[in-house]
Nanobody
């Protein structure tokens, strides 16, 4: 069972940047797809933000295209989410996900506990 731990969340002003990291345990990291999801309010459905396949292909939600960048470092078993030009509506708990294939329309795979990102002046 892979375990994931997110870090890098916090409070940032609108227009600012943050980089989230997610470290994974286990040896299957490089053969899996990795993604970031977020839940903007308690009780609201978790939504897809960005994903990267084991081959390095990336996908983004329309709301973050051009502002967020997902990347992975297989040597460090870590996936990153660089978030620029942050908006108040990006405020959410961000979750890291690992799964076998890069089909982002399901809740498959394993999840981290989440890290809070708050965008506010």
């Amino acid at each position: 069972q892979v375990q994931l731990v997110e870090s890098g969340g916090g409070l940032v002003q609108p227009g600012g940047s943050l980089r989230l990291s997610c470290a994974a345990s286990g040896s299957a990291f490089s053969s899996n797809a990795l993604g970031w999801f977020r839940r903007q309010a308690p009780g609201k459905q978790r939504e897809f933000v960005a994903g990267i396949s084991r081959g390095g292909s990336t996908n983004y939600a329309d709301s973050v295209k051009g502002r967020f960048t997902i990347s992975r470092d297989n040597a460090k078993n870590t996936v990153y989410l660089q978030m620029n030009s942050l908006k108040p509506e990006d405020t959410a708990v961000y979750y890291c996900n690992i799964r076998g294939i890069s089909n982002w329309n399901t809740n498959a795979g394993s999840w981290g506990p989440g890290t809070q990102v708050t965008v506010s002046s």
